[in-house]
């Protein structure tokens, strides 16, 4: 990653394994632009410093990505400064899972919501999902009222009920959605099977670095500058 500006907490877990490291993050921040909306402004403390909390499944764990810093989180964080990332993730998990690992701090700035993907292909009833999605932003919001949200769509190109359950919440929540079936439906930013990752080896589904960057990209393209 580049200078070393703030400290990025992450708590990931994986197959029931749980670690927490620390990295840095610079660069300028805001977020994400729907149509017909004015951007959200992200606040910032009296340091200067923006408090960011990221809430997904292996995406945002930089699966298939070469290295963790190839992956969106840390793209994206890089992009933005100085910024305290608390991160929960955890692979092949649904909303409910995932939601149940998240600690909402009380002073979030902004909050980055990358869940939906692994329901998607658990068939979760749509009636339950929307309601833990909305359940997940109600948190967020009691929690930190001010907060800027983003909420990024399925990793799918079949998302369709659930993406425009995510979107829904999302906006009902004062949020911004940024949809990825675009980039998931582009096979450049996929596999090949077999390729040689930090995390193993990689499949032809999760984003490989192109992916991530554009990810990322999909993000910084639509935060106030």
């Given at each position: 990653?580049?200078?070393?500006s703030?400290k990025?907490?992450?708590?990931?877990?994986?197959?029931?394994?749980?670690?927490?490291?620390a990295?840095?993050a610079?660069?300028?921040?805001?977020?994400?632009?729907?149509p017909g909306?004015?951007?959200l402004?992200?606040?910032?403390?009296?340091?200067g410093?923006?408090?960011?909390?990221v809430?997904?499944?292996?995406?945002?764990?930089?699966?298939?990505?070469?290295?963790?810093?190839?992956g969106f989180?840390?793209?994206?964080?890089?992009?933005?400064?100085?910024v305290?990332?608390t991160e929960?993730a955890q692979?092949?998990q649904?909303?409910?899972?995932v939601?149940?690992?998240?600690?909402?701090?009380?002073?979030v700035?902004l909050?980055?919501?990358?869940l939906?993907?692994?329901?998607v292909?658990e068939?979760?009833?749509?009636?339950?999902?929307?309601?833990q999605?909305?359940?997940?932003?109600?948190?967020i919001?009691v929690?930190s009222?001010?907060?800027a949200?983003?909420?990024?769509g399925?990793?799918?190109?079949w998302?369709?009920?659930?993406?425009?359950?995510?979107?829904?919440?999302?906006v009902?929540?004062?949020?911004?959605?940024?949809?990825?079936?675009?980039?998931f439906?582009?096979?450049?930013?996929?596999?090949?099977?077999g390729?040689?990752t930090f995390?193993g080896?990689?499949?032809?589904?999760?984003?490989?670095?192109?992916?991530?960057?554009?990810?990322?990209?999909a993000?910084?393209?639509?935060?106030?500058?």
């Open positions: 990653m580049g200078e070393t703030a990025r907490r992450v708590a990931w877990s994986v197959g029931g394994f749980a670690a927490a490291i990295l840095v610079v660069g300028a921040v805001a977020v994400r632009l729907s909306s004015a951007p402004e992200v606040a910032r403390g009296d340091d410093v923006a408090t960011v909390l809430s997904g499944d292996s995406l945002a764990g930089a699966f298939f990505a070469s290295s963790p810093e190839r989180v840390s793209l994206v964080s890089d992009a933005l400064g100085p305290q990332i929960a692979a092949h649904t909303l409910t899972t939601a149940a690992i998240t600690d909402v701090p009380s002073d700035d909050a980055i919501v990358e939906g993907t692994n329901d292909g068939h979760t009833p749509l009636h339950d999902f929307d309601a999605y909305g359940a997940l932003l109600d948190r919001r929690s009222p001010e907060a949200i983003v909420c990024l399925t990793w799918t190109g998302g369709g009920d659930y993406d425009q359950a995510i979107e829904s919440a999302c009902g929540h004062s949020g911004r959605y940024v949809p990825l079936g675009g980039l439906r582009d096979t450049a930013n996929r596999g090949p099977e390729r040689a995390l080896v990689g499949d032809d589904f999760h984003p490989n670095d192109l992916g991530h960057r554009a990810i990322a990209d993000i910084l393209a639509v935060l106030k500058g």
